[in-house]
């Protein structure tokens, strides 16, 4: 079975321009997550969909990011204007997801987008 | 608050000697508990989890993992380790005081030398 895919893997911006981030979860999955992981440091949270709906975004910069998931397949997350602090590498993973936010199905990562911010 | 601890950065074992990477977490609620792999150049990967039941949980790769409510702890094993095994290990938490929302550990790196 295909797995999680995300572009692009790799982007350079400077601060205060804008990025996109696009993922395609596995097929039939219902849970979306998207994750920044700093260096050195494990996968934070930003934002989990069920579907097409929000079930958590309590760890999202909401002034300047932005995630959708329209059709409740795939997604993209959006940083505008971006930090110097926003450097970190960016997963979505999914995960079958079916019983909701207790869900305790493992999740699928995809290769992950390493963002650098100049 | 939900938290996962990984006290090592780093572990260091010989190829066929047992190796643990240790994960201690503090929860409200039972916890479900997840060990995931990142090898170089690739995404996490899943290798076991524990929900309910049998304390010692048996994963991929020959990995296994022992959860211990008293002790708060699901501390990672293999009985003999590989070089293929050297990578990047984390343990996850999710629970009912955190609304279910995945916290993760910093991570350890094992290194198996041969």
């Known amino acids: 079975e295909a797995g999680v895919a995300q572009s692009p893997r790799y982007k350079i911006i400077e601060k205060r321009q804008s990025v996109a981030f696009w993922c395609n979860p596995i097929s039939g999955h219902a849970t979306l997550y998207w994750y920044q992981q700093i260096l050195g440091q494990g996968p934070k949270l930003l934002i989990q969909f069920q579907n097409n709906g929000v079930v958590d975004d309590s760890q999202l910069p909401k002034d300047r990011f932005s995630a959708e998931r329209l059709k409740g397949v795939d997604s993209t997350l959006k940083i505008q204007p971006a930090k110097l602090e926003d450097s970190a590498v960016y997963l979505c993973?999914?995960?079958?997801?079916?019983?909701?936010?207790?869900?305790?199905?493992?999740?699928?990562f995809g290769p992950g987008t390493r963002l650098t911010v100049l | 608050a939900q938290s996962v601890a990984q006290p090592e950065d780093q572990v260091n074992v010989a190829e066929g000697n047992p190796l643990t990477v240790k994960c201690t977490y503090s929860v409200s609620g039972n916890p479900y508990l997840f060990w995931y792999v990142q090898y170089p150049n690739r995404g996490l990967q899943f290798l076991l989890k524990y929900i309910t039941g049998d304390n010692l949980v048996k994963g991929s790769y020959g990995f296994e993992a022992e959860f211990n409510k008293s002790q708060t702890s699901f501390h990672l094993k293999k009985p003999s380790a590989l070089v293929s095994d050297s990578a990047l290990y984390f343990c996850?938490?999710?629970?009912?005081?955190?609304?279910?929302?995945?916290?993760f550990g910093a991570g350890t790196r094992l290194f198996v030398k041969a």
């Open positions: 996850a938490v999710k629970a009912l005081g955190g609304g279910f929302k995945t916290i």
């Open positions: 993973a999914s995960s079958l997801g079916g019983a909701g936010v207790e869900s305790w199905d493992e999740q699928f």
